[in-house]
């Protein structure tokens, strides 16, 4: 048997990452965004330490492997945290921001686990704000009397992602309830479907939606359709977004719809200004509940990964609404305000 000499093993073990890195790569991500709050609405109060303002904190993992004529395996792995406290969000979940396997070639990518549903793929974008947490902008995805089919994620759920043509996308996904009950209407509770089309193609941007759940066991279904665009003028950029959310069945009848415009203002390369304006008409007999809102954020780069950031919000409810957009739990027809500082750190 023939020997390698200790320089031949040596330039073997250097070079395997290198072939490896070249079928395959994993990437570890993340960001810790942190402020400090303080909120008013009516007689309540609240003051303290914020997170997820601008953006979610999270670590991931996301990877892929070139499995040869045009296609890849990939995964995306990611966990939210509270970093005031160290605690897992979203109910505990290890990775309970994303969780999926896929395959992507040049026919698109098909992905199965936990993801961004389509209508939060489509109407997201499309705030000034980056619908920051404490944003009058999430006024499109609330639930008062009528209850939205808009969900930013679900779970089990496969979807199917197409390729840019002429710089239009499909997005379409399809998520199971997995309820176990003794009828077949039953076992579809929690079960959806969605459909998003995307266009980007210069300065103009855009997305149309239509997504639906079953609420209830009895054929309770909701569905949340919308549009949403933009376009970039460079010092300015104006958004405007627009959703219905329309219940059938044993959820009731009810009506709801909500939009959102805004712009940001960018002064120069490291300061912004994002301002935003929403509102929110339900038709449900007695039980409708209205409400509209603004907020105003300024944010300052102090480098491409850090920012640092500043904002108010202002919501008013109406007709015995109570929406809230921080800690405090508004009484009915409160008004609630909050104002916050922070510091956003991608890494």
Known sequence: MQRLSAPLLVAA???????????????VYGLIDLNLGYEKSGSQRYEGV????????????????????????????ESGFDPSTGLAEQGGRLF???????????????????????????LDPFD?????????????????AVKPAYEVRFDNM???????????????????????????????????????????????????????????????????????????????KPYFAWSQDKESGSVGRGKARSWDLGTEIRIDPANTVALSY?????????????????????????SKRTTLYAGYSQLDNENGANYSIGNLSPAAGDQHQVVMAGMRHRF
């Open 13 to 27: 073990a250097l070079a395997a990452p290198a072939l490896a890195q070249a079928q395959s790569n994993v990437t």
């Open 128 to 144: 000034a704000t980056g619908n920051a947490d404490r944003s009058a902008g999430l006024l499109i995805r609330k639930a008062g």
């Open 278 to 302: 929403a509102d929110r008409d339900e038709s449900d007999g007695a039980a409708s509940e209205d409400a509209h809102g603004w907020s105003a954020y300024y944010l300052h780069a102090l």
């Open 158 to 236: 496969i979807k199917y992602r197409s390729p840019k043509i002429a710089g239009v996308e499909l997005e379409a996904g399809y998520w199971f309830g997995e309820k176990v009950a003794a009828t077949s209407t039953a076992r579809k509770e929690g079960d959806g479907h969605g459909i998003t089309l995307l266009y980007a193609n210069a300065a103009f941007s855009g997305a149309l939606t239509t997504q639906s759940v079953q609420r209830d066991a009895t054929g309770g279904k909701v569905r949340t359709s919308g549009f949403g665009a933009a376009y970039d003028f460079g010092t300015f």
């Open 50 to 77: 914020g997170h997820g303002e601008l953006n979610g904190s999270r670590l991931g993992f996301r990877g892929t492997e070139d499995l040869g004529n045009g296609n890849k395996a990939l995964f995306v792995l």
């Open 96 to 122: 309970g921001r994303q969780s999926f396997v896929g395959l992507e070639n040049g026919l698109g990518r098909v992905t199965l686990g936990r993801q961004y549903s389509p209508a939060f793929t489509a």
